[in-house]
């Protein structure tokens, strides 16, 4: 398909299925009352089993004002992701302040997952004395990758865990395969404009 459409000099639509299939690894912002958290894990929005992966959130007031940890009564709660009201979290992460980038003291937490799946995280918080922001509690979704971890603290390698390791081959099979797609179109855009000049 890709070599049909380079043939018919219809780049822009190669570019489009590339950008379409290649991985997206963007924040994920969300509000609740008048407050506005965007999330992030690293790495990549991609943790793994057994390595420690980084979570954090910038809490902003509606305005734009940032809400740093040293004004919230911040608690993260980790979930399987199909959790039910009122159940008990398998994990919760103490919170301290971190700063990323141009935010200082924002929320974030090292949490190491012991099993593959799709986990919830929900912050939740409440404003200490002399801050103006309304309790808010927010969830969002964290893919964890990886085989899982053993009581002994090494990778469970039974039969039944190789399905993912067979995710994780394919997954990066697609990228390699994405990013030679690109490569490809960039080459035949270049091709036709130097035969563009020629003429």
Known sequence: MMIRLIKRGNLWSCLFLVLLTAP??????????????????????????GKPALAWFVLTQRGGTLIPLTQCRCQLAVYVSDYKKGETPIIEPTLK?????SYKNIPGADIIFSKPGEYA???SGAPKAGAKFKPFKLSYKA???GLPIANNG????????????KSSNLLMWSIIGTTGLGAAAFTA???RRKTRRKL
């Open 154 to 165: 090494t990778p469970d390698s039974s039969p039944q865990k190789k399905e993912t390791v």
């Open 97 to 101: 302040p971190i700063s990323i980038a």
């Open 143 to 145: 893919t964890v990758t």
């Open 24 to 49: 997206v690894n963007a924040h994920t912002a969300k509000v609740s009352e008048d407050v506005a958290a965007t999330f992030h894990i690293e790495p990549n929005h991609n943790p793994k089993t």
């Open 189 to 191: 855009m270049a091709l």
């Open 121 to 123: 995280l929900e912050i």
